[in-house]
């Protein structure tokens, strides 16, 4: 059973660029949540996914935007690359249902801006 | 939106001993506390979750205790031995709707010692 698997594991851009990250979760999950971990400190909550769609957004600016496809697969994509936007993406996944399901992350893609 | 604080940054214990961190949460209405256990370079783990409506859950070596009045919850390992050496996060969300994005506390660095 493949549990959260994200591609590329590393990458490197340069600034004003822009990058996709991907994410495919783990087998009967059906909710995605992506994540930017700067080195040092923890998570911090991006965007959630559900039956294609945004439900939930943090505070981060309109240049990170996502989508969801059919198979509950996702996608994180980041335009106008800037230096603090290096750090670790974290995509995370779950079961919908009723009440809080776990979120399982992933190994992560590890973005860096020169 | 939701603040979640932890304490202490860094903790080093001894080698069988018992080691405690702690978070404080500010928004009355987030009712999932989850605990992940990050190792260098790795994914961060669940490693145990407690709900809103449960004051304690154990797991073996592990526990964690919910005051809803005081928002706090704590992390409680015992008789730790040197696998138990990672960062710990703790993190609160709100069930419902797909929207349970998580808040990250800034982690505890747990050490270990022979």
Do not use: M
């Amino acid at each position: 059973d493949a549990g959260v698997t994200q591609s590329p594991t590393h990458l490197i851009k340069t600034r004003g660029q822009q990058v996709t990250l991907r994410c495919s979760p783990k087998s009967g999950h059906d909710t995605v949540s992506w994540y930017q971990q700067a080195l040092g400190q923890g998570p911090q909550f991006i965007f959630q996914y559900y039956e294609e769609e945004e439900r939930q957004r943090g505070n981060f600016p309109d240049r990170f935007s996502g989508h969801q496809f059919p198979n509950y697969s996702s996608e994180l994509n980041v335009n106008a690359l800037l230096l603090g936007d290096s750090a670790l993406y974290l995509c995370a996944s779950r079961q919908a249902g009723s009440g809080n399901q776990p979120q399982h992350f992933g190994d992560g893609t590890r973005l860096s801006i020169l | 939106g939701e603040n979640v604080e932890q304490h202490p940054s860094t903790l080093s214990v001894q080698e069988g001993d018992s080691a405690v961190i702690k978070c404080t949460y500010s928004d009355s209405a987030s009712n999932y506390f989850p605990w992940y256990k990050q190792e260098l370079g790795k994914r961060p783990q669940l490693i145990i979750d407690i709900r809103s409506n449960v004051g304690e859950k154990k797991d073996q070596r592990i526990a964690v205790t919910l005051n809803k009045t005081a928002k706090h919850f704590s992390l409680h390992i015992t008789e730790t031995q040197p696998e138990d050496s990672a960062v710990y996060f703790c993190a609160a969300s709100k069930a419902g709707g797909g929207a349970d994005g998580l808040t990250f506390g800034k982690g505890t660095h747990l050490i270990i010692q022979p």
